[in-house]
């Protein structure tokens, strides 16, 4: 049974218990939400006031999104004298929204207000520009308050003068045209007095046709490698400060291959090079061809890439020649615009001669040629003529020396004593112990006229046969030649010295 102290005892817990339940989870009253003040307005309304399915009056949101632009930045082209419109088309704009117009840092415009007589404020928040020149050229803003959100328009106006490739304005830029192609230069000029077009390429004053010159056209026809460089034009209107401006052409061309020794002597066992020079626009690759197959890197073949004078120079090397390696290669040189080649003839002859210099004393000539041959040399041939002869007169030449003892170069020497002035030609070959090379290129020089000299000068020359015995020539050679010549011509040759007496 339970006590009645213990039953006291429990009584005090309860009571402590319940004091600290209503701590943690009671909350104090507060009015009903539902309560209503004696001023609550309970819809009684006059009726004219209350209007029926009428819906309740939009109010704005001013805090809603902030205007915007499709596009911040905007580029605009002109010419002078031209009307242009800068818009200003902002997205979400608004009743309290105020626009502004500024150019760099200098106020135009405040809303359709403008402040200098050129500008013209319009009802879409665009301005409009009369007139425009070149110093209108600049960044403008459009800005919309109190957001603050701009719009960036740059106008470039076109200088006083303008240059038109194909009727587009290309003004100090660059171009790159095709080999091939065709193209108009226009030069145009934006001023009020008259003016002179003057066209200029790399600094060299271009002629042109009256009529090209009149309307300041240059015609670039079948475009090659010589078209590229800086055009100018100058519009010439008697100021201090003419309108001028210049356009740089590039070119794209398929590649220029040359060679100067197109043929090249070798020896058994030994080894030769050749080579070719090129220029090309883009960049081209080269390789060499023989008998139509391309020649691979090998302990035969490699091949040395140099650039020499202007020109990439491909250079083949061969090893250990033998007959075999003897013939034609082809230097060849291809890009993405075409292809081109040289050819070079290798073989055991000696090389083309080629003309060092010469010496004129009245009408004794001496000239030097030089030849490349590893074999000695035996012997050299010399043609010359004078313009209007249609056969050769030829000698033998015996002189022939190393040229400073550089081996493989000879040096050939020879004088003549001509019987007239004028213009006259000569060419020379050799022979070494393997054959013959090809002539030289002919070498034209001048005899010019002595006032001092007898009327030999004016003398018609004896008949091609006479000089084909060598008359005139100096030294041993002719009489090298003369010895060589049989009766008969030896009878022509003395019959040309009675000539030249009578006609003394």
């Known amino acids: 049974m339970i006590k009645a102290r213990d039953s006291t005892r429990l009584l005090l817990i309860c009571l402590l218990i319940g004091q600290f339940y209503v701590r943690c989870n009671g909350s104090p009253i507060e009015d009903e939400a539902d309560y209503q003040g004696d001023d609550y307005d309970y819809g009684e309304s006059d009726a004219e006031d209350d209007v029926e399915g009428a819906d309740p009056p939009e109010v704005q949101d001013l805090s809603g999104s902030p205007p915007y632009f499709d596009q911040t930045e905007l580029r605009i082209e002109a010419k002078p004298g031209d009307s242009v419109i800068l818009n200003c088309d902002a997205r979400n704009f608004q009743i309290n929204n105020a626009v502004m117009w500024y150019k760099g840092s200098t106020i135009i415009a405040n809303g359709q207000n403008a402040i200098s007589h050129r500008v013209e404020g319009m009802k879409n928040n665009s ?240 000239m030097h040629w030089l030849v490349r041959s590893l074999q000695p040399l035996s012997e050299a041939m010399l043609d010359y003529k004078l313009t209007g002869s249609y056969t050769w007169s030829t000698v033998s030449v015996l002189q022939t020396q190393r040229h400073n003892q550089t081996g493989g170069i000879w040096k050939i020497t020879h004088q003549l004593d001509l019987p007239a002035r004028g213009l006259w030609h000569a060419r020379v070959k050799t022979k070494n112990t393997q054959g013959w090379s090809n002539f030289s290129p002919d070498h034209d020089f001048r005899l010019a006229d002595d006032d001092a000299s007898n009327e030999l000068t004016d003398m018609e020359l004896p008949p091609d046969q006479i000089m084909r015995a060598g008359i005139g020539s100096v030294g041993g050679g002719a009489a090298s030649a003369l010895q060589q010549l049989p009766a008969g011509s030896i009878f022509l040759a003395g019959l040309s010295v009675l000539w030249l007496r009578l006609r003394l």
């Open 127 to 366: 301005i409009l520009l009369r007139d425009v020149t070149p110093d209108d050229s600049g960044e403008y803003y459009c800005a919309i308050l109190p957001q603050n959100v701009r719009q960036l328009t740059t106008l470039r106006v076109g200088a006083r003068l303008s240059i038109l490739c194909d009727d587009r304005d290309i003004t100090d830029r660059s171009q790159t045209f095709r080999q091939g192609d065709h193209h108009k230069l226009e030069c145009r000029t934006y001023t009020g007095t008259e003016t002179s077009i003057k066209w200029s390429f790399n600094g060299q004053r271009m002629e042109s046709s009256p009529d090209d010159t009149a309307d300041g056209i240059v015609v670039l026809d079948n475009v090659d490698e010589m078209n590229a460089g800086v055009y100018q034009c100058l519009g010439d209107d008697g100021s201090r400060d003419p309108p001028h401006g210049m356009v740089t052409i590039d070119v794209h061309y398929s590649p220029k291959v040359s060679t100067h020794r197109h043929h090249v002597n070798t020896e058994d066992g030994g080894s030769a090079e050749m080579y070719c020079n090129y220029r090309a626009n883009p960049i081209a690759i080269s390789f060499f061809i023989k008998d139509g197959k391309t020649l691979q890197l090998s302990e035969k073949y490699s091949i040395k890439n140099s650039f020499h004078n202007g020109h990439n120079r491909t250079t083949l090397v061969v090893k250990d020649v033998d007959v075999s390696d003897l013939g034609e290669y082809l230097c060849h040189v291809e890009n993405a615009i075409g292809s081109n080649e040289a050819k070079i003839q290798l073989s055991y002859n000696p090389e083309t001669p080629q003309f060092e210099d010469m010496t004129i004393d009245g009408t004794k000539v001496t």
